[in-house]
Structures are given as structure tokens and as C-alpha cells.
Antibody, heavy 116, light 106 residues
Framework: QVQLKESGPGLVQPSQTLSLTCTVS????????VSWVRQPPGKGLEWMGA???????DYNSALKSRLSISRDTSKSQVFLKMNSLQTEDTAIYFC??????????WGQGVMVTVSS | EIVLTQSPTTMAASPGEKVTITCRAS?????MYWYQQMSDASPKLWIY???KLASGVPDRFSGSGSGTSYSLTINTMEAEDAATYYC?????????FGSGTKLEIK
């Protein structure tokens, strides 16, 4: 069955870089797209960006200067890197399978706190 | 960026009551998508392509709309429907979500 699982550090210092990994199973990254979506505590959902099945990427313009999404298809992994983290980047980070227009499967999410 | 405005922000409904949540888009979109999020859980796809129920979604739920106005309706509220519901537009990047409607059971 389709599964996505996020992993990464729970705590990041301000101004540092966040690195997260999404490990997927039950589908191929060469024929499916993956997105990252985040949710600050008690708030709504924000689409961050996507890596399409062909390997191209799209980013939310609000984050584009700080964000990079890549993948390793042989390991079924998608990576998120975001630099210059601030306290407002504290959030649950979800990876999702993206069906062109919508998100049909979500990982459990990983809580990232930005604090010194 | 297409802004989605959901209403109401919060509401409480009694068992058996009909519930309607609306989502208005700042520009016309072709489809709307809805997600259900329980407390401390990941969102789940609930309605896709405006009116199609995702797998496992009870048929008391329905979706409708076009252009800039969409809605999610629960025909008869049940306790298990208490959750936060988000709409999402498909058709212009950045993909955007509404701010959510928290639905509680009375």
C-alpha cells in the first residue's frame, strides 16, 4: 500500500538549514509526484513545493529563495532543504503524494521546532 | 495567488443536523478539493474533483460548486464527523488551502 514517512531533526537553530527526508513505498517516484506541505502549530496548511515525476520542481514563491526539493529514485526518497530558518518556520512538515491537482496520500508528519 | 476563504471558521452541529461549509476563491477555479483533519493527525483527502468522495468517505458527505463558490455538505451530522475541514484549489500555483473550518459536535 501507499506510504510516506518523513524523518529529520526535531530541533533546528535559527539561521540554520533544515534537512528532511520523505521515504515512500507502494509507488514509484518516476511515475508519481511528491509535495511538501507544512502546518504551524494550531494553524492552517501551506504548500511548499513539489517534485514532479519527471524530476522538475515547483516552489511556493514565498519560500523559493530558501527552498530546495530533490530526490533519489533508487532509494524512493525525496529530500527537502530549507535554509535561513526562523521561528516562524516552526511547524509540522508533511510529505504527500501529489496527483497533479491534489494530495491523495499524506505522511504522518514531522514536527520541527526552530529555537536556540 | 488564489486566496480561499472558508466559512464558518468554527461551528457546532447536533447529531442528525445538516451541515454546510463554504469555500470562496478569489479567482475562478475548475475544481475544488477537501481534506478532513482530526486532532493530531494528518489531513486526509475527503472530496476530489469538486464532488467525488474519496475512498471510505461516507455518502452523507457531498461536494458541489463551480467558479469561485464551492461547498461541502454533511446530510446528517454524526459524532465521527467532528474535525477540521480544509478546501484546496488545484489550478494555479502556488496551490493554496483555505484557513479551515473546525466542526464540533453539540
Amino acid at each position: 500500500q501507499v506510504q510516506l514517512k518523513e524523518s529529520g531533526p526535531g530541533l533546528v537553530q535559527p539561521s540554520q538549514t533544515l534537512s528532511l527526508t520523505c521515504t515512500v513505498s507502494g509507488f514509484s517516484l518516476t511515475s508519481n509526484s511528491v509535495s511538501w506541505v507544512r502546518q504551524p502549530p494550531g494553524k492552517g496548511l501551506e504548500w511548499m513545493g513539489a517534485i514532479w515525476s519527471g524530476g522538475s520542481t515547483d516552489y511556493n514563491s514565498a519560500l523559493k529563495s530558501r527552498l530546495s526539493i530533490s530526490r533519489d529514485t533508487s532509494k524512493s526518497q525525496v529530500f527537502l532543504k530549507m535554509n535561513s530558518l526562523q521561528t516562524e518556520d516552526t511547524a509540522i512538515y508533511f510529505c504527500t503524494r501529489l496527483r497533479i491537482r491534489y494530495f491523495d496520500y499524506w505522511g504522518q508528519g514531522v514536527m520541527v521546532t526552530v529555537s536556540s | 495567488e488564489i486566496v480561499l476563504t472558508q466559512s464558518p471558521t468554527t461551528m457546532a452541529a447536533s447529531p442528525g443536523e445538516k451541515v454546510t461549509i463554504t469555500c470562496r476563491a478569489s479567482s475562478s477555479v475548475s475544481y475544488m478539493y477537501w481534506y478532513q483533519q482530526m486532532s493530531d493527525a494528518s489531513p486526509k483527502l475527503w472530496i476530489y474533483d469538486t464532488s467525488k468522495l474519496a475512498s471510505g468517505v461516507p455518502d452523507r458527505f457531498s461536494g458541489s460548486g463551480s467558479g469561485t463558490s464551492y461547498s461541502l455538505t454533511i446530510n446528517t451530522m454524526e459524532a465521527e464527523d467532528a474535525a477540521t475541514y480544509y478546501c484546496q484549489q488545484c489550478c494555479s500555483t502556488p496551490l493554496t488551502f483555505g484557513s479551515g473550518t473546525k466542526l464540533e459536535i453539540k
